[in-house]
């Protein structure tokens, strides 16, 4: 059974279910319908089969499982070559477990080109598994490239008013940064003479290399996240984006930059990490404010749940910039529970959106008495989103708030007014749409969720407490790869000193760091 | 019985939530009034096993997270501190649960009102059976999502919506310094785990804490950030600003939790963390401070407003204020004791304030009261009661506890204990008057009211009246009963004891069930203060200000009683023998009215520091995301977009198969870039 290639059967039955609903003919209607069954019952076999992976990994083995290796282009010394550690294996839950939802999302709220858009979602659940298993340099950056080319057609087909600009706005920057990730793997290829990801983890290049490189993987990576400067794409984005689009986005595009850093720039550019970790950590740290801030002020929901994104995704660099295994565990989880609880956020505003096609707040209010259900689930998902305890948003927030404060208390401290900030502007959001006097008409007459709508969001629901209570099921399987990685980066940092350094490299342990003196009387 | 006591009001909130509509209202309310009664009767039984026999414990359940060296369990701890705070919790709830069935009968939602109580209940119990300090932080919160919930009830109300947003963000600043204190303490101990950090302290005293550059005494540090926590769970100066706006709240809720048991977590916070407290007295003095400058400022405060639940509220703040002095000298028992009986007469009085909200049709404005006594008797008895408790006279629960906080802190013989007590003493008169100064206003004189309501004045059902008369009893007994085990003297051969524990303390390797407990469940009647609280709190032995509290000379004692009754004299004077005696102070004095009327102008200032502020500077940053930063990056982009728009547009109107095509196009076009590129 483990020579079954499992990750590339993951990885192109979506392709196989988009070639099928190509195939189908027939009345528009008909195809349409096919087409969203089909669509549906792909993602969901999909997701069986991840599950069965999940059951499958072992929780012990830190490194990387269900390996697969096949000759590309031996030539060049090029393989396609995929495999799952405990970091990626839950980027690609998430990607299988998103899939099957945006397409129920979309059962009604998509009526033209149903067909196109469900080959293009399968295309993209490829793509996306396709990312997270490569371990291969080429392999990967085909899928992570890719990947633009479903959304930016899902954004400039299927989207709003806006969507020309917002998807060339976001096809170009994230293009833009990748050309140079592209350029910098060339440069890798030609000094490490591989494009082997496990092998380059294991010889970082020389230091002087490693400054450039990091910045060009950096420039994609804080695209993709999105990070402060760079940020702007996304909120055009997501407001343009069909709702199945903005999830899938906030979902697991953004995860593929917190991705890349942690399986490129740390353990392969160790000294460069270290030196631009203090950059990166501001850079966090204003991301998080600033677009706090800015999300405050918001009028449509959809642009206020992609800032409170970008705030979350500071965390994340935050945490894994730290280079602590708490803050890097954080900044994993972080990631995956922002992926579940964004998602459900922008579904919650597709539901809304169905019904009075309006993104803007002012046009709601006081639907707490004709939707309970639906107030009760956005609930569950806003205190999730403010990282209340007892949720998954805490467990993330908090371990890369945790990891930043060993090595830097202020940036720490500076981070955590994200904690007041968060449940300033997403209490806004839900007094705003959910509480409030019935003054709109038309909003307090909106019809509750219905079944199709509980199948959606009852699960993520679930999934926020499920995790926050009880995150084991996740923590166990992320912990020894992030552990795994945290030995890699301080073995490879030191690697590039000089051997009389690394005599005295004994430096004391984090856990002290802090405390002076007098703890022994 | 443990899991009974703590996750029955959890099963009652899911039941009375999630089947809500099957159960119906009667349902709901038999669901949750049964589950907290349940949980109730389980904390006194846990009171005697644990509390009175000695049978400390704790149960872990499950790893919560794990990461790095971080690592916390679930895990229930039962010591004296945890029961006796089990027990005010659930049978303060269990009263407010029985009377809310009669107060919100013609409220449409009343099964949510009754889910969200238990759900409170619940995360309330979690916070003081918490093991370590991330579970008390989930207790914390869950409590501070059932405040908001609670408080915003009404929530077509544009200032019930207000007043939940502001009591969760402002807690949200104080949950900011128990966060970093929780980080703090984990870099010194390496564990948030109670007993872990406890049995380390004596081996920090002394630790410095490399604190973004300064050097500052760890213990210290880590103590005023769990203190900045504290304050804003428990209203104390600064960040008491969202406790009078929670009155928004329905009354049942002010008295469970903004007055008995969720403000006063903070108290228990500092309580508990009693052994790394008295490792750093820096912190204790601020504590101290803080607390006796709100016990005074909140006084003032409440003789000026005229909404009867503020006035409670105000009244409220400043008993804690009194809670947060004693602990800051070290009189973690009187503090404690404080808590107890406060819960008590405060609940009694919300609730009787609520009776007489309920009798005058939703009115609060104690202008528009007054001459009602005779129409609602046992209302009315039942509030001076409450009152006589809070003003601290003899022989009711107020004036066990009361006295002894003062007492402590003019025995600790340190300027700031000498400033606690003086600020309490004028807190006491100013006590005494505004409270009758509310019965004088609500119940006397001529009638205010219109006829109307006037009319409809009614007394409350016996199914309010009866968890009065509960409270009543705990407002009337509690002081003496507990006075003893809580607070009083320790004997001479158990003083020898205590000085072992301390001793046992201080020993590198101490065993952490420590011999001298088992000598003492030799004689399970010693109920003295050092035999009840064993070690859930400690007491260095230079700081037992407690045992001090008892020497101090005669006019210590009876100064409080003192100036309790002339707050009362004074406010019969000013209310009922006089005529236009407030108008004329009021005038006198403008400026000082004034202050206190605007209380003290906090929520002006932090209107325009935090409030604008925020909102200016996401204006300006959001103006800027588009005017710098698009500008500089992307404004060429756009410019490319409005050009390659047009030739989207053609795409669309092609056929199926064009958009697969142009995807595979694409595909193929950047792998074979990537090859071609990678063939030099």
């Known amino acids: ?521 | 019985m443990e899991y009974l006591a703590i996750l029955t009001p959890l099963a009652a909130f899911l039941g009375a939530f999630l089947f809500g509509k099957k159960i119906g209202d009667r349902g709901a309310q038999f669901v949750t009034c049964a589950g907290v009664i349940l949980a109730a009767l389980c904390s006194i039984a846990l009171f005697f096993d644990v509390a009175l026999y000695g049978h400390d414990r704790t149960l872990p359940l499950f790893t919560w997270i794990a990461a790095g060296d971080f690592s916390v369990d679930w895990a229930l701890r039962f010591d004296t501190l945890s029961v006796v705070m089990m027990c005010v919790i659930t049978i303060v709830s269990s009263c407010v649960h029985v009377y809310s069935i009669g107060y919100m009968s013609h409220d449409p939602a009343k099964g949510r009102f009754m889910s969200y109580l238990s759900l409170f209940t619940f995360a309330m119990l979690m916070l003081v059976s918490a093991d370590n300090l991330l579970q008390l932080f989930f207790g914390w919160e869950g409590v501070g999502l059932a405040s908001y919930l609670l408080i915003g009830f009404w929530s077509h109300k544009h200032s019930a919506n207000s007043a939940a947003m502001k009591a969760f963000i402002v807690n949200r600043v104080g949950d900011f310094g128990l966060v970093m204190g929780m980080f703090t303490l984990f870099m010194i101990f390496g564990s948030v785990q109670f007993d872990a950090i406890f049995n380390d302290a004596p081996h920090y005293a002394d630790a410095m804490f490399d604190f973004m550059g300064w050097e500052v005494h760890a213990l210290t540090l880590a103590c005023l950030l769990l203190f900045i926590g504290a304050c804003g769970k428990s209203a104390q100066l600064g960040l008491h600003t969202w406790l009078p706006d929670a009155m928004e709240g329905p009354t049942p809720v002010s008295a469970l939790i903004h007055a008995a048991t969720m403000v006063t977590a903070g108290v228990f916070l500092v309580a508990r963390f009693s052994p790394v407290f008295e490792y750093a007295p820096d912190a204790l003095m601020v504590v101290c401070l803080v607390g006796a400058t709100t016990a005074f400022v909140a006084a003032t405060i409440g003789m000026t407003q005229f909404d009867i639940k503020r006035v409670i509220a105000y009244s409220t703040m400043s008993q804690l204020g009194y809670m947060f002095f004693a602990l800051g000298v070290s009189a973690y028992g009187a503090a404690m004791f404080h808590l107890v009986t406060h819960a008590f007469f405060k609940a009694l009085l919300f609730l009787g304030a609520g009776s007489v909200i309920h009798a005058m049709s939703n009115e609060q404005d104690m202008r528009k009261m007054g001459g009602i006594y005779k129409l609602i008797p046992a209302t009315y008895i039942l509030m001076w009661v409450g009152s006589l408790a809070l003003a601290g006279i003899p022989f009711f629960a107020g004036y066990y506890s009361k006295d002894i906080i003062l007492e402590s802190a003019f025995a600790d013989h340190s300027w700031f204990g000498e400033y606690a007590y003086w600020m309490g003493i004028s807190a006491a008169l100013m006590t005494a008057f505004y409270s009758w100064r509310l019965i004088l206003m609500t119940f006397h004189g001529k009638p205010r009211a219109e006829k109307e309501v006037l009319h409809h004045v009614h007394e409350s059902p016996k199914v309010m009246l009866l968890p009065l008369l509960v409270l009543a009893v705990g407002a009337l007994f509690s002081g003496a009963v507990f006075y003893e085990p809580f607070v009083g003297s320790g004997y001479a051969k158990q003083e020898q004891v205590h000085t072992e524990v301390v001793a046992e303390h201080m020993d590198i390797e101490r065993d952490v069930e420590a011999p001298v407990l088992d000598e003492r469940e030799e004689d399970p009647h010693a109920w003295n203060r050092f035999g009840f609280w064993r070690t859930s709190i400690k007491v260095l032995h230079e700081n037992d200000t407690l045992e001090a509290a008892h020497h101090v000379p005669e006019w210590v004692k009876l100064l409080p009683t003192g100036v309790g009754i002339l707050g009362i004299v004074l406010a019969y004077v000013a209310y009922l023998w006089t005529q236009g005696f407030p108008a004329l102070i009021s005038r006198l004095f403008k400026p000082l009215h004034a202050l206190f009327f605007h209380k003290w102008y906090f929520d002006e200032l932090y209107n325009i520091l935090f409030k604008e502020g925020a909102i200016g500077f996401g204006r300006m940053f959001s103006v800027s995301d588009k005017k710098v930063i698009d500008a500089l990056g992307a404004d060429g982009m756009s410019q490319a977009a409005a050009a390659g728009g047009g030739a989207l547009r053609k795409f669309q109107s092609g056929y199926v198969y064009q958009y697969a095509f142009v995807m595979i196009i694409g595909l193929i076009a950047v792998i074979s870039w990537v090859i071609y590129e990678g063939m030099f």
């Open chain 1, 1 to 521: 059974m483990l020579d079954f290639p499992l990750l590339s059967l993951l990885t192109f039955l979506p392709l196989v279910g988009a070639v099928f609903i190509l195939s189908i003919r027939g009345t528009e209607q008909n195809v349409a319908q096919n087409a969203r069954y089909t669509a549906l019952y792909t993602s969901v076999f999909v997701f069986a089969i991840s599950l069965y992976l999940y059951l499958k990994f072992d929780p012990l083995d830190p490194g990387f499982q269900f390996i697969e290796k096949i000759e590309w282009l031996p030539t060049l010394n090029i393989s396609y070559s995929m495999g799952l550690d405990g970091i990626s294996l839950f980027f690609v839950l998430l990607s299988t477990f998103l899939t099957p939802l945006c397409i129920l999302a979309s059962w009604k709220a998509v009526q033209t080109r149903v067909k196109e858009y469900m080959v293009a979602f399968l295309v993209l659940e490829t793509l996306m598994i396709g990312t997270f298993c490569a371990l291969d340099l080429v392999l990967f950056y085909v899928f992570f490239e890719a990947v633009l080319i479903p959304m930016f057609l899902i954004i400039g087909i299927w989207g709003g008013p806006r969507k020309i600009y917002a998807s060339y706005k976001f096809f170009l920057y994230t293009l833009l940064g990748s050309v140079l990730m592209l350029l910098a793997m060339l440069m890798i290829y030609a000094e490490g003479g591989s494009t082997d990801i496990p092998t380059l983890m294991q010889n970082p290049l020389a230091a002087n290399l490693q400054y450039w490189l990091f910045l060009a993987f950096f420039a994609s990576f804080a695209v993709k996240m999105p990070m402060w400067p760079v940020h702007t794409w996304l909120p055009d984005a997501h407001v343009e984006a069909p709702t199945a689009g903005s999830v899938i986005l906030a979902g697991v595009l953004l995860k593929m930059g917190g991705y890349g850093f942690l399986r490129f720039s740390l353990p392969m550019f160790p000294e460069a990490s270290e030196y631009f970790a203090p950059f990166v950590m501001s850079l966090s740290v204003i991301a998080i404010i600033y677009t706090s801030l800015v999300a405050l002020v918001q009028e449509d929901m959809k642009k206020l749940i992609a800032y409170s994104s970008v705030a979350h995704m500071g965390f994340v660099t935050l945490g894994i910039f730290s280079m602590t295994v708490e803050g890097i565990h954080g900044g994993v989880f972080q990631m995956i529970s922002h992926g579940i609880i964004s998602a459900a956020l922008f579904l919650c505003v597709g539901v809304v959106y169905d019904r009075l096609h309006t993104r803007e707040m002012g046009r709601y209010g006081g639907i707490v008495k004709n939707m309970p259900k639906y107030a009760t689930v956005f609930m569950i998902f806003m205190l999730g989103s403010v990282g209340l305890p007892g949720t998954s948003g805490f467990i993330g927030e908090f371990l890369s708030l945790l990891g930043a404060y060993k090595v830097n208390i202020l940036m720490s401290l500076l981070a955590a007014t994200g904690m007041v900030l968060g449940a300033a502007y997403m209490l806004l959001l839900y007094r705003r749409v959910v509480f409030g006097p019935a003054d709109n008409k038309d909003a307090t007459e909106m019809k509750d969720l219905e079944p199709r709508e509980v199948l959606i969001l009852a699960p993520l629901a679930v999934l926020v407490i499920l995790i926050g209570v009880y995150p084991a099921p996740l923590s166990a399987r992320i912990e020894p790869s992030v552990k795994r990685l945290v030995t890699l980066y301080e073995d490879n940092l030191m690697k590039g000193r000089p051997t009389s350094y690394v005599e005295h490299g004994d430096a004391p342990s984090l856990q002290t760091a802090h405390l002076v003196k007098g703890a022994q009387n």
